[in-house]
């Protein structure tokens, strides 16, 4: 079973830009969380999706935004860019019922 | 707000010692426990969890252990190999069943050939 894949893996923007990276989640799996993963902050939460359902949401701005589709896809997007976006943004599948996590590479984006 | 920290920031042990890795957590209320090693370039990946109506669980050249009256969790292995050089996050997760799961700051394993 192939496992969370994440596009892109590398990308640079400039501020002010927006962005949109996406997830596919492990087959079968509908819940889908995404993360940032800095230096500083270490991992935070952003958002979790099931069946197309934000259902739980971290404290990042409202630039920070998420959707899921129905074949369990998901794509979070950041607008107005700021410097401090830049960090590894990692995506989470789980099986429906299940705690258990797995996560994908993560997409490194940095913001000039 | 809550909390999930990690005592040492890296630990340096030599291979074929047992390492131990700790971790206080500061949400009484928390009810599930997970350990997730992260390598290099990599994503974290899920090593072993446990309950709150538990106090050990043991894997692989693994274990973890849960004290509630302390809120300390802690992640031993066996028989430390170099392929477990990595950083070590515990995590809690959210009762609900809504995988918000709060990370730890992190401790990088370092092992000693």
């Known amino acids: 079973k192939a496992g969370v894949t994440q596009t892109p893996r590398y990308l640079i923007k400039t501020r002010g830009q927006q962005v949109t990276l996406s997830c596919s989640p492990i087959s079968g799996h509908r819940s889908v969380s995404w993360y940032q993963q800095t230096p500083g902050q270490g991992l935070q939460f952003l958002f979790e999706y099931f069946s197309e359902t934000q259902r739980n949401k971290g404290n990042f701005p409202g630039r920070f935004s998420g959707r899921q589709f129905s074949n369990s896809r998901s794509e979070m997007n950041v607008s107005t860019l700021e410097l401090g976006d830049s960090a590894l943004y990692l995506c989470?599948?789980?099986?429906?019922?299940?705690?258990?996590?797995?996560f994908g590479p993560g997409t490194r984006l940095t913001v000039t | 707000g809550e909390s999930v920290g990690l005592h040492l920031p890296t630990l340096s042990v030599q291979e074929g010692d047992n390492s131990i890795i700790n971790c206080a957590y500061s949400?009484?209320?928390?009810?599930?426990f997970i350990w997730y090693k992260q390598e290099s370039g990599k994503g974290p990946q899920f090593i072993i969890d446990?309950?709150?109506?538990?106090d050990k669980r043991q894997g692989q050249r693994v274990t973890v252990l849960l004290n509630k009256t302390v809120k300390h969790l802690s992640l031993q292995i066996a028989a430390t190999q170099p392929g477990d050089s990595a950083v070590y996050f515990c995590?809690?997760?959210?009762?609900?069943?809504?995988?918000?799961?709060?990370f730890g700051t992190g401790t990088k394993l370092q092992v000693i050939p």
């Open positions: 989470a599948s789980s099986a429906t019922g299940a705690n258990e996590q797995y």
């Open positions: 995590a809690e997760s959210d009762s609900g069943g809504y995988q918000k799961v709060t």
């Open positions: 446990i309950r709150s109506n538990m």
């Open positions: 949400n009484s209320a928390s009810d599930y």
